[in-house]
T-cell receptor
Framework: AQSVTQLDSQVPVFEEAPVELRCNYS??????LFWYVQYPNQGLQLLLK??????LVKGINGFEAEFNKSQTSFHLRKPSVHISDTAEYFC???????????FGQGTTLQVKP | GAGVSQSPSNKVTEKGKDVELRCDPI?????LYWYRQSLGQGLEFLIY????????KSGLPSDRFSAERTGGSVSTLTIQRTQQEDSAVYLC??????????????FGPGTRLTVL
């Protein structure tokens, strides 16, 4: 079975500061990794995904994530956040050849002016 | 083009009643998923349809929950004899099926179910 742990339930940060949202996963088989974002009163939207290849993945809105197999981590980063980045962020995994997503508990990013 | 749509957007029901939630996936997407989002449990996988294959029902929490997908398109999630713990936002997603998996899932706005 797979599981995902998002280490911080809430991350407050000031505008234009860098941010890292942490995600660790557990799986006995190879997995794909995803970050989804849920803006207030909106649906889930894919930020980025890692399937294979380069371990540094770039997504929308200036976000990037790095897959670290030895540490089973997939942390999300942004060098300078905006107020509009305030949202809930979900890390997820899926086994190869299946689309079923297993989500972490989510991290609320609160960007303050 | 149109995204994933779900109806109703809100549903309030009494404990013990049956409810049906509808999902219209993006045209051409052969995979369809149901998830549940609640305060206590976060985002949970419920069921997954892919083409003509048997659905993966491994996430359904009890036999009161069932889902079907007619004609490879619209899906209905049915909850029988609703309980208060069924209160949640039910999300539907659809995707293309890529060789080896990993296709982006596009989510609908959800149906907020409240069981009184």
């Amino acid at each position: 079975a797979q599981s995902v742990t998002q280490l911080d339930s809430q991350v407050p940060v000031f505008e234009e500061a860098p941010v890292e949202l942490r995600c660790n996963y557990s799986s006995s088989v190879s997995v794909y990794l995803f970050w989804y974002v849920q803006y207030p009163n909106q649906g889930l939207q894919l930020l980025l995904k890692y399937l294979s290849g380069s371990t540094l993945v770039k997504g929308i809105n200036g976000f990037e994530a790095e897959f670290n197999k030895s540490q089973t981590s997939f942390h999300l980063r942004k060098p300078s956040v905006h107020i509009s980045d305030t949202a809930e962020y979900f890390c997820a995994v899926s086994r190869l050849n299946t689309g079923k997503l297993i989500f972490g508990q989510g991290t609320t990013l609160q960007v303050k002016p | 083009g149109a995204g994933v749509s779900q109806s109703p957007s809100n549903k309030v029901t009494e404990k013990g009643k049956d409810v049906e939630l509808r999902c219209d996936p993006i045209s051409g997407h052969t995979a369809l998923y149901w998830y549940r989002q609640s305060l206590g449990q976060g985002l949970e996988f419920l069921i997954y349809f892919q083409g003509n294959s048997a659905p993966d029902k491994s996430g359904l929490p009890s036999d009161r929950f069932s889902a079907e997908r007619t004609g490879g398109s619209v899906s209905t999630l049915t909850i029988q004899r609703t309980q208060q713990e069924d209160s949640a936002v039910y999300l539907c997603a659809s995707s293309l099926v890529l060789a080896g998996g990993g296709g982006e899932q596009f989510f609908g706005p959800g149906t907020r179910l409240t069981v009184l």
